[in-house]
């Protein structure tokens, strides 16, 4: 039997803490995935459902976006990627007796993991203006409520469509061909709040938003750097094909602020060695650089590549690739002044590494031929987290290592078809030949103008210029920087309207007038006019594969995305000329469409009915051929940048707990980190807890700074003593975004600097009981 969902919120008074664990999974990790799905699940549905996550006849998992293998094991999946397929297929139901139970109010004042865990949403909710319940509503009547606001609006830019990376790829290319008839390119997404700073440094250096790299490169690979990321948690998957890579030869080193367990040694719960042996180490190197380092770090490394080439017992091009250079790269003398006169004596305040780490890694790299480098939030949320991959990416050309098999950049993406969002065409900034294509195909003409990403969105709502917020997922308010400005610009809405599978944070943080619309989820049949559809998604290296659910709906009152966004546009364009009834009834005519405006998506139906799917073209990797605006790869020479921390103050990071997928809390623990029954922790160095006068146990506030005077207050949280970098700290999110300000973003792609917030911790009492 499954369990029933905490009717008391679980609080928080002191956390149980003990050393962090240096191996991941393992026996630990099969049990605990276990307990949570028989838990939401139940026993028999467990097996069931679980068995199908990631398989060819199966569907996709709805956490992480890391790819499936050519060859399936029986458990494809990951104790995280259990924990979100027990999460969507729970048997827990929010009914409307329950929302008549729980006014605004009191469910304001609830933890995300408590509204989390009531269950799945069953039916369309409406809450009116001046009301204090949501009541439900007919799905006919949800629609009209919306398109009254809609059409009520001085213009189309007054409305916001955000847009989750759960989205299928169906229901993303729907979703902005809605927005862009009813005429706005406002269509921010979580790719805004992530990867954009990839994006952005891939698209001027090589041409192309995305990964070069295939999974079987990483089998080829001679040297794989994991930079900020943590693989162990937040793509437990990955840690697999590491560790096939590390037995074909790969040396891996790790380039982070905190020891991860997940990179120092990995139990493999699928092979009898990983569950009763001591696993695999997995990491040769570890560097534990200073927040923001990265690119003075790569700055380092092809410093001194350029000068081992230039050493007068260096054949010429024994250590850079001229060939490749000369034939494919533009910018190299530009660069390489930029980088001969970097000061090492800059690096160390930068990276906080001896010089005899770095020269460590120097001579790995010097001995392999194939170089993957793989990063994720460590290196895209800071200030100048795009200098910094345009630096990644410069190493990689210094010697060639994109478009060749076993090398290139790997940015390894969150939620499951974030991507794949992207690709459809969820994006603020559309290219003119992706509306021209739209155009041709459907006879009308889309806005040019650009629109609003997440942060811009936010202020456009604190400032009165948007009055309806539309959300095809997530969570937004509990996803978004600088928490109690997005909340009140939220407030400011005249509706706020939610696609949602459970309920969470933004749902109680509503406009004057808020709507929460249920949808189905991935694990669930979807039944329409033409019979059973499926979906697909795009995972992070660019591969097209089909996603078929095969449970019975939580409610027979939910309807799928494509059905959503196609009795929505029929709402607001009732005069349209797309074949919007047509789109609910038959996902192959999305697809036919798809087929048409997407490049690469050519006999989509009859490719992505093979099983695995396929892969899309990508220039770089096929072809060594660069889509930039010089037709090369372009080299950068930006200025060295990293963070400059007063004295007496700290440098945080907010990240993500082993309990957790992006908001979604699946539990209080952190296993991996020796944090147990609490999320309000701080981890920092003893000797930095030391300056400020707190030992290990006692609590305090986090104080950011931002550089305008102002400051943000996070309370009550129990100091850790961890290994950090000296001046370090690290501590988990949704609770510490109130501490990044809207304004402290990355350069060029607007994304949330999260990962270099500014603190001072000043002593408090022990709380008595903050909820969670």
Not at 256 to 264: F, H, K, V, Y
Not at 465 to 470: G, L, N
Not at 652 to 675: E, F, K, V
Not at 720 to 742: D, K, Q, S
Request: contains cysteine; glycine residues 10%.
């Amino acid at each position: 039997m499954a369990g029933k969902a905490p009717a008391g919120d679980p609080v928080q008074d002191a956390p149980e803490v003990s050393a962090p664990q240096h191996a991941a999974a393992g026996l630990p990790a099969v049990g605990h995935s276990l307990r949570i799905a028989q838990q939401q699940m139940g026993v028999r549905r467990t097996a069931l459902t679980l068995l199908k996550v990631n398989q060819k006849d199966g569907f996709d998992c709805p956490g992480c976006a890391w790819p499936e293998p050519g060859h399936r094991h029986t458990a494809e999946f990951c104790e995280n990627g259990a924990k979100a397929v027990a999460e969507e297929a729970t048997l827990r139901r929010v009914t409307p007796e329950f929302f008549a139970g729980h006014s605004v109010a009191d469910l304001s004042g609830r933890s995300g993991y408590w509204l989390g865990q009531q269950g799945r949403l069953t039916q369309p909710m409406y809450l009116p203006e001046g009301a204090d319940h949501y009541e439900p509503v007919p799905w006919e009547r949800a629609f009209e409520i919306v398109a009254d606001e809609l059409t009520a609006l001085s213009g189309p830019d007054e409305a916001v469509f955000y847009t989750s990376g759960r989205t299928s790829n169906e229901a993303a290319f729907l979703y902005q061909l809605f927005a862009r008839e009813f005429g706005t390119n406002n269509l921010p997404d979580c790719s805004n709040m992530c990867h954009e700073s990839s994006g952005s440094a891939l698209v001027d250096t090589i041409g192309i938003g995305k990964g070069s790299v295939l999974l079987e490169d990483l089998y080829r690979a001679d040297l794989i750097i994991v930079a900020g990321q943590n693989p162990g948690t937040n793509h437990p998957r990955m840690l697999s094909a590491l560790e096939k890579a590390k037995a074909a030869g790969a040396r891996i080193v790790s380039v982070n602020p905190l020891p991860e367990a997940g990179l120092q040694r990995f139990k493999n719960p699928q092979t009898p060695k990983g569950l009763a042996g001591g696993g695999t180490a997995l990491a040769d190197l570890f560097l534990q650089i200073r927040l923001g380092g990265d690119q003075a770090l790569f700055r380092a490394l092809n410093k001194a590549l350029l000068e081992a080439e230039d050493a007068k017992d260096t054949e010429p091009g024994t250590v850079l690739d001229h060939a490749f250079i000369d034939g494919h790269t533009h910018g190299f003398e530009e660069f390489a002044a930029a980088a001969r006169a970097t000061d090492a004596a800059e690096v160390a305040r930068a990276t906080g590494l001896p010089q005899s780490d770095i020269d460590a890694l120097l001579a790995m790299v010097l001995e392999a031929k194939s170089v993957i480098v793989c990063w994720a939030m460590g290196l895209t949320q800071h200030k100048h987290s795009v200098p910094t991959i345009k630096e990644v990416v410069n190493f990689l050309l210094l010697r060639g290592n994109i478009g060749r098999p076993g090398a290139g950049v790997c940015p390894v993406r969150g939620h499951s078809n974030v991507q794949g969002d992207r690709t459809m065409g969820i994006y603020e900034k559309p290219a003119p030949a992706f509306l021209d294509a739209l155009e041709k195909e459907f006879g009308f003409a889309p806005p040019r103008e650009h629109g609003l990403d997440t942060v811009d969105s936010i202020r456009a709502l604190r400032d009165g210029r948007a009055k309806v917020f539309f959300a095809m997922g997530g969570n937004f308010v509990a996803a978004s920087p600088d928490t109690d400005v997005t909340e009140a610009a939220m407030r400011r809405a005249r509706l706020t309207v939610h696609v949602s599978t459970k309920l969470n944070r933004s749902h109680v943080v509503t406009g004057a007038r808020a709507l929460i619309l249920p949808t189905l989820g991935r694990t669930e049949k979807d039944l329409q006019a033409a019979g059973e559809q499926f979906v697909t998604v795009e995972d992070s290296m660019g591969m097209v594969h089909a996603s078929r659910g095969g449970l019975r709906p939580a409610s027979p009152l939910l309807l799928s995305e494509p059905a959503i966004i196609s009795r929505l546009a029929r709402a607001v364009l009732p005069h349209s000329g797309v074949d919007w009834q047509g789109f609910e009834a038959d996902y192959d005519r999305i697809r036919d469409h798809i087929s048409r405006v997407i490049p690469g998506f050519d006999d989509f139906n009859t490719k992505v009915r093979r099983p695995g799917g396929f892969t899309l073209p990508n220039a770089p990797r096929d072809s060594r051929s660069f889509p930039t605006a010089t037709g090369r790869a372009n080299f950068s020479a930006d200025a060295l940048e990293y963070p400059h921390v007063p004295e007496g103050r700290l440098l945080l990071q907010t990240l993500r707990s082993h309990d957790q997928y992006n908001t979604t809390i699946y539990g209080l623990d952190d296993r991996y980190r020796g944090i147990k029954n609490g999320r309000r922790v701080v981890l920092v160095h003893p000797e930095d807890a030391a300056a400020h006068g707190l030992a290990d146990g006692d609590y305090a506030d986090l104080v950011g700074e931002w550089t305008d005077g102002s400051e943000r207050r996070a309370e009550g949280f129990r100091v850790v003593h961890y290994p950090t970098p000296r001046g370090c700290a690290a501590a988990y999110y949704p609770e510490t975004n109130v501490l990044v300000p809207l304004d402290h973003t990355a350069d060029t792609s607007n994304t949330p600097a999260s990962k270099s917030v500014v603190i001072r911790l000043e002593a408090t009492t022990t709380p008595p009981g903050a909820p969670q």
